[in-house]
């Protein structure tokens, strides 16, 4: 880790859409946590046509972060991934500070986000629900067939308070 830059060197901005190539590049460099294509190409879209946070060092772009809106008062984390180099360093948490902060000014109050359920004991997924429960998501429900039964999915959710 001793070359590792400090998080104060990582640039944060918001990209209303485009993001779909940077989206391809960190989901390549993650195929233990984003190996199903037709997946991939779902996030590529979605991080093209939306609003994105990203996260940089140096001028390279390291995480991304997209935010789907169900409703004036509920949005969901469509996908998060950082570089793997970078993991546990506080930018994935921070993309998502700031995201929690701009929903709270719209008026959001509630964020969730579906990840794999831990009827699936894939440990890179278990690290996946840890970071979410660590930033204050808790478990609400578990749907087996959501995506399919290979992939059981947990539905996590976090009340954030509006700011209005």
């Known amino acids: 880790m001793a070359n590792r830059p400090d ?3 990582v640039e944060f901005r918001d990209c209303a859409s485009g993001s779909g190539p940077t989206c ?3 989901l390549d460099a993650l195929p233990e946590w984003f190996g199903i294509p037709e997946a991939v190409e779902m996030y590529v ?9 990203v996260a940089s060092i140096a001028g390279v772009d390291v ?3 997209t935010v789907e809106h169900h409703s004036p008062y509920a949005a969901e984390v469509y ?3 950082v570089l793997p180099e970078h993991h546990r360093r506080g930018i994935g948490a921070t993309m998502l500070r700031l995201v929690e ?3 709270s000014d719209a008026g959001v109050e509630f964020l969730q986000v579906k990840t794999l359920s831990d009827l699936d004991p894939d440990e890179g997924y278990a690290k996946t629900r840890a970071f979410y429960a660590a930033n204050g998501f808790r478990p609400l429900e578990v749907f087996p067939t959501l995506w399919d039964p290979e992939n059981p999915a947990l539905q996590m959710i976090k009340y954030i308070a509006s700011s209005r």
Do not use: K, M, P
């Open 45 to 53: 879209d979605f991080a093209d046509r939306s609003q994105t946070v």
């Open 101 to 103: 902060h701009a929903l």
């Open 7 to 9: 998080l104060a060197e």
């Open 79 to 81: 996908l998060i991934a």
């Open 63 to 65: 995480g991304l972060l």
């Open 24 to 26: 391809r590049r960190i």
